[in-house]
């Protein structure tokens, strides 16, 4: 437990009255000194008390759910699968793209969720009014949007990929909000958002891995590295 120099204050204080009331102990009546041991005990109460309230936020912050990320939909690298097919397998490279889409934008409402667990607590106030829980909404219904397309033409629409970066985008967004809303906060709300902008810059490496991979399908050439 970490101790906040503030607390040492009464505690020093409490060890110097003690002290006190051993060296009267020779020179004064009982009467006086149980008085002065009356306000040693006084001293350390305070003194467990003062430990206790900045004690109290640490404690709290480990009780914050940390962001499990074995929740989330695990993807790997999205439609990293279509590196192995050919350029005619479009119909397996669909059903491919739209599982991993799929994943993607069930992890964007989970994360939307997460954040609106938070709107109602204290400290959080200027999260609502950025709204994103809304646009993590938004990204969502995008996304399932995008599948929606490639299912019913069985193929990748030319508009796919700027589509896809446009999502990268959005999830960009939603992490430089998070970031900036962080900052200069206390431990507990720190400890609160950092995994969920963590989680928004995920999302936009996969949206962009997404997109180069398709491309790459679509244009016969190998996906470029992307960097996690």
Known sequence: MRIHPIAIVPFLLALAVLMAALIMA???T????YLVIGIAAAAVLVTFAT?????KSSYEAKQVPLENFSIWADVGEPAAELRRLNFGDTGAAVR???ADLGSLSANAELLGARISMLLGKEGFD????????QSLKNLASSVNA????????NKFPAETVTL????AS???RIANKLFEFERGKSEVVRIYVEPLRRAAEKLSRDFRLASANLASFTLGTPAKETSA
Do not use: G, N
């Open 26 to 28: 020779v020179y004064t």
């Open 30 to 33: 009982w009467s006086q000194m």
């Open 51 to 55: 430990l206790f309230q900045y004690s």
């Open 96 to 98: 491919i793209a739209a």
């Open 126 to 133: 200027e999260l609502r009014q950025e709204r994103l829980h």
């Open 146 to 153: 995008i599948i929606e397309k490639l299912r019913a033409a």
């Open 164 to 167: 896809l970066e446009q999502c």
């Open 170 to 172: 959005q999830s960009d």
